[in-house]
């Protein structure tokens, strides 16, 4: 991975310290400012991808050449950028676990330069998979249950934003993505049904899916509203019952008003002896909608989530900060108006029931009853152990969603656990300002 | 690049069809469906990352191996998939260019599955990019002539988006950037200043301001509000003068209210002798925003713009849509509720007073007076002509939007040109249909 993946001030802020000498060890902490209002809580996500980008940041022949001729940096700095090699300690939330506002999701320990060297990466890979995690999760809620799908591809914001999302989204209990590269590389189940397009190219509705149900019989589900819903119901049952369709064929409704036609569609397909068809909707779905529908007992089995899941549409970024916290013996702040941070290295610790974290200093003791949050994922510039499968971040997830008190979780007016600071965070803050007014 | 980057239902589809030989040539069009309320006009971008894209799309062996293994394909399927190559033509509203809603930015004719397997890809990146500069250009249009600079690589969906952003903001007039890359990448200016962790490193601000302008004395922008706005301005004047900087300094400032401290950072600068030193701002800033200061008349040099343009944060996708318009002599389109389509293959032609498009059937005649803005990009699989250099681009954008009317370039209640259809595109809208009910 080449260095020059950062601002530029990264690089002339790790020069000007290589130059000086300041090369004692800095912690750095990563955590999101606040939550938007509709955010009861975080899932991160975005760390493993960071590990491997870390560990093999370099700057190439090619990189120090672009950085001598068009920025400028001198023989010397050239000399520290090709030495490069990140050799600090990261410490993070795991991937799938619960996280809050006001506490660290990603804790970074090393050399000055180094620590400053990785900042715009981390904060870009945490805060997007972190963003995407906790919209999608959303949607599990919303679901209760039912089959939620990935849709979102075609309007992610890029292809690799695309395959980040099938990830981040079956981490927190999406069933199957569309996106095949996606599930090839993630073992995913990949999943899809037809096009209008489909139905169009063919001289009439019932055409188009009678040759879809003979080309690929276990996975007919026919897109019944390129017309006439109503009628393409009819039309699927017609196919269906004509060709004696095992498994578990189905039928997708892309448009209109879903809590209507599906109750339709179900009516008529049970009266046809189809009870076992299932009913798939989509179309500009997100987890409001998907909420009404459920609440209101429409009769759907899975639902296709594209584009608002996919971007975070309502909220699509965090508040997120990457922020100097100590560096050698000295803790340090800032005091930007609404924007002050909180000094010294530390730890999170969660008591489940009621459920709250705790923000402490790095070597205090434990407090009982309590689990540390952050864990120690890479050390000496090495990844520390092996990078976790999917599943089990996964089922890390599900334990921690288990826990977390409703109110959290509600969808409307969500209330964020509480965040508190041990008495040794907060005089160690107390001292660090006043020694800076 | 691999054929796996894509939904599976277009796989299944492609399968489908050339199964039973319907290879002829269909026309898919890629449109907007609806203006974002907050958007009074598009810019069309995202079509020459495609073009790259399609001309290399392939199916190797381990894509063979996973269709086949894990999806179930056939051999002859794969056959298909091995041969795939695509033949057809494209053709698009330049990079650069103003569109409209209801307008196809991208024409695909080529024979049907080679048309349908590319649709997601191309979704994806014309979707993202154009939902970007659609977004960057109102905060150039809010600057009025001021700079503005692209910081948004620490929180886009991404790092490929954030190098996709940096391109396209300076496709709309963004005058530097600070990702590194990306500048390298695409030929931009790359631009820094410090962070408050640089400030906080070193025992006093006024400290860290002399080391900062020693090791880069042509480059010294000071951040100025980690601790006390003000107090960071007087030690800035201080070292700018104790150094005697040359050049352009600056301060910037990241925090507060932005348009009380420019006031009086500009004042105690200018009573110091210092009219050149430069003042930038940043910190969360949208089109809005730096609006009501410019309007305000604070005296602002430059704007570091981020996130919430970076994920074009108030409305982070368009309503895109790829559809099926023509499959060999036929003109096709879809009922569904809401998402009616236009059917056949048109030609968009625009006149410049008053400013609007028509939309017409390919083979009509050119109506007089205007000019037509889909242009071939590529013909039987290859691209048609060089890639055009960013600053063509950005000249041909910069062209289109001085003759855009105010209305349209309003940032808070911003009325679209109009797009008008042909009385030909009408009658067979109305035929296609009425041969559907």
Not at 208 to 235: C, H, K, M, N, S
Not at 407 to 424: K, W
Request: glycine share 8%; charged share 25%; proline share 5%.
């Amino acid at each position: 991975m080449t260095g020059l993946l950062t601002d530029l001030y990264e690089l002339t802020m790790a020069a000007s310290y290589w130059r000086r000498g300041m090369n004692d060890q800095a912690t750095f902490s990563l955590f999101v400012r606040q939550l938007p209002s509709q955010r009861g809580f975080l899932v991160a996500a975005g760390i493993e991808s960071c590990l491997d980008f870390v560990q093999e940041l370099r700057f190439d022949e090619e990189d120090l050449r672009y950085l001598r001729d068009s920025l400028g940096f001198t023989a010397r700095d050239l000399e520290a950028f090709r030495r490069f090699r990140f050799t600090g300690d990261i410490w993070a939330i795991p991937e799938g676990r619960v996280a809050l506002a006001g506490e660290p999701l990603v804790q970074v320990t090393a050399p000055l330069p180094e620590a400053q060297l990785i900042e715009t990466v981390l904060l870009n890979q945490v805060t997007f998979e972190t963003t995407i995690a906790s919209k999608a999760v959303r949607c599990v809620i919303a679901a209760g249950g039912r089959d939620v799908i990935d849709f979102s591809f075609r309007r992610t914001q890029g292809i690799e934003a695309g395959l980040d999302v099938a990830r981040v989204s079956a981490l927190v209990g999406f069933a199957r993505t569309s996106n095949v590269e996606a599930a090839r590389r993630y073992g995913l189940v990949a999943t899809g049904t037809m096009a209008h397009s489909y139905i169009e190219a063919f001289p009439g509705e019932i055409d188009a899916f009678r040759a879809f149900a003979q080309d690929f019989p276990g996975r007919a589900t026919f897109l019944v509203d390129t017309y006439d819903t109503i009628r393409g119901v009819e039309r699927a049952i017609a196919v269906i019952k004509e060709l004696g369709l095992q498994g578990r064929p189905g039928i997708r409704i892309d448009s209109g008003n879903l809590d209507r036609l599906t109750r339709q569609s179900r009516r008529l397909l049970d009266r046809s002896g189809l009870e076992h068809v299932r009913i798939v909707v989509s179309g500009g779905l997100d987890e409001l909608q998907i909420d009404d529908l459920v609440r209101g007992g429409a009769p759907i089995d899975a639902f296709g989530v594209g584009t608002r899941m996919g971007v975070s549409a309502d909220h699509p970024y965090l508040d997120t900060a990457y922020k100097l916290v100590c560096y050698g013996d000295r803790p340090v702040m800032k005091l930007s108006r609404g924007k002050v941070t909180s000094p010294g290295r530390t730890q999170v610790f969660r008591k489940s029931r009621p459920f709250g974290d705790l923000v402490v200093l790095y070597d205090e003791a434990a407090p009982a009853g309590r689990e540390p949050l952050l864990e120690q994922v890479m050390e000496k510039g090495r990844r520390k152990g092996r990078r976790p499968a999917l599943s089990e971040s996964r089922a890390r997830f599900e334990a921690d969603l288990a826990l977390l008190p409703a109110a959290a979780r509600d969808l409307r007016e969500p209330r964020a656990p509480s965040v508190r600071s041990s008495p040794a965070v907060q005089r160690m803050s107390a001292q660090t300002r006043s020694g800076l007014l």
